[in-house]
């Protein structure tokens, strides 16, 4: 068997490290916020996504890289 060169992945530069902890930690405590603090919850997807229509909803464990390249509408 031929001994091939393995290729580790590294998560682009330095810049989209730091965009990446700074969305996960937002992640975290979205995912924390009590279930009736949808007030927090709001304020944190409007932080995170690049746009957000009225009336955002979404449910706990929610994951994502890096937020700013997520569009939704009204009522999502």
Do not use: A, W
Not at 10 to 32: A, C
Request: net charge negative; glycine share 6%; charged share 35%.
């Amino acid at each position: 068997m031929e001994n091939k060169e393995k290729i580790y992945y590294e998560r682009g530069t330095e810049e989209l490290r730091i965009k990446n902890m700074l969305s996960h930690k937002l992640v975290q405590e979205f995912n924390n916020c009590p279930v009736e603090d949808s007030k927090r919850k709001e304020e944190i997807i409007k932080e995170l996504f690049e746009s957000v229509g009225v009336n955002p909803s979404i449910e706990h464990n929610f994951h994502c890289d890096l937020g700013y390249n997520i569009h939704v509408g009204d009522n999502f």
